[in-house]
Antibody, heavy 127, light 111 residues
Framework: QVQVQESGPGLVKPSETLSLTCTVS??????????WGWIRQPPGKRLEWIGS???????YYNPSLKSRVTMSVDTSKSQVSLKLSSVTAADTAVYSC???????????????????WGQGTVVAVSS | QSVLTQPPSVSGAPGQRVTISCTGS?????????VHWYQQLPRTAPKLLIY???NRPSGVPDRFSGSKSGTSASLAITGLQAEDEADYYC???????????FGLGTKVTVL
């Protein structure tokens, strides 16, 4: 059974770069049916999709964060990474990794979703 | 900003039926994009509960059902059980924002 687990520093200083890793176990990154996504939830706010990446490296980013986000994949380690630059207190959130399924592939639908989530990791931005 | 609106909380006695609404707009649900629902039990990762408006993943009890009409969607829980106490989120895609959007979440309390 596929599982995902986030890891990374829990505290980042303002203006620095937040770096997180998502390790995929119990399955392969190699699938054109899925992407691997990052989603965050600031305290008291709604879940926010940050972006998704396919195993070949094709990325899809939230336009509101695109200028600061970089995602990459390391298939040898079965890991997906997230970097968010120039962080501020507004980037304080629980960051989750999730498997992003393609609706059309899964059920001939329209509008993808996320079917396997990690527990999430708390990242605070503070000096 | 186009977002999905959910009631902050709903409650019901064991055995009752509760529904959670998810109201969107013409740039997301109304544009034909599917709605997905997630259940987050306390201190656990979100779990996919309903995908593609009405479909249940394997292992999800048939007490949970989803529907969609126009610019809104709903999640119904029939035969409410204590283990259903959780936060529930709806999610869709918004073509104006070019991003996946979530509701703020609804806390279900079993009385």
């Amino acid at each position: 059974q596929v599982q995902v687990q986030e890891s990374g520093p829990g505290l980042v200083k303002p203006s620095e770069t937040l770096s997180l890793t998502c390790t995929v176990s119990g399955g392969s990154l190699y699938s054109s049916d899925y992407y691997w996504g990052w989603i965050r939830q600031p305290p008291g706010k709604r879940l926010e999709w940050i972006g998704s990446i396919q195993y070949g490296g094709t990325t899809y980013y939230n336009p509101s964060l695109k200028s600061r986000v970089t995602m990459s994949v390391d298939t040898s380690k079965s890991q997906v990474s997230l970097k968010l630059s120039s962080v501020t207190a507004a980037d304080t959130a629980v960051y989750s990794c999730a498997r992003h399924y393609r609706a059309f592939v899964r059920y001939r639908g329209n509008g993808d979703g996320f079917d396997i989530w990690g527990q999430g990791t708390v990242v605070a931005v503070s000096s | 900003q186009s977002v999905l609106t959910q009631p902050p909380s709903v409650s019901g006695a064991p055995g009752q039926r509760v529904t959670i609404s998810c109201t969107g707009s013409g740039s997301n649900i109304g544009a034909g994009y599917d709605v997905h629902w997630y259940q987050q039990l306390p201190r656990t990762a979100p779990k996919l509960l309903i995908y593609g408006n009405t479909n249940r993943p394997s292992g999800v009890p048939d007490r949970f059902s989803g529907s969609k009409s126009g610019t809104s969607a709903s999640l119904a829980i029939t035969g409410l059980q204590a283990e259903d106490e959780a936060d529930y989120y709806c999610q869709s895609y918004d073509t104006s924002l070019s991003t996946y959007v979530f509701g703020l979440g609804t806390k279900v309390t079993v009385l």
